[in-house]
Nanobody, 117 residues
Framework: VQLQASGGGFVQPGGSLGLPCVASGSDFSIKDMGWYRQASGNQRELVAH???????RYADSVKGRFTISRDFPKNTVYLQMNSLKPEDTAVYYC????????????WGQGTQVTVSS
């Protein structure tokens, strides 16, 4: 299974970006998907998570500004980021926990998001 993330870039404070991530491969199904980020010098942290039941959770720092959504038939997770702040600058990674085969998880390659004036 491969996760392909895209959509990163440079944006001014207050701007918006959308990050799609598509999972591809054969003979698999996905349970949960999420987005993490890692700023320079920091540990990777959870940004948003979406379960197979459609339950979502967010880091406190992005609540009300970011929205995670999934297209289950297309094995896609999408992170809509609004009202971006300089502290949102990081490399963003998508992640997937598989339902089948059970016990496997995968990371995307990361996409850079830079928020600066």
């Amino acid at each position: 299974v491969q996760l392909q993330a895209s959509g990163g870039g440079f944006v001014q404070p207050g701007g918006s970006l959308g990050l799609p991530c598509v999972a591809s491969g054969s003979d698999f199904s996905i349970k949960d998907m999420g987005w993490y980020r890692q700023a320079s010098g920091n540990q990777r942290e959870l940004v948003a998570h979406s379960s197979i039941f459609g339950v979502t959770r967010y880091a406190d720092s992005v609540k009300g500004r970011f929205t995670i959504s999934r297209d289950f038939p297309k094995n896609t997770v999408y992170l809509q980021m609004n009202s971006l702040k300089p502290e949102d600058t990081a490399v963003y990674y998508c992640h997937a926990d598989l339902l089948r085969p059970r016990g496997y998880d995968y990371w995307g390659q990361g996409t850079q998001v830079t928020v600066s004036s």
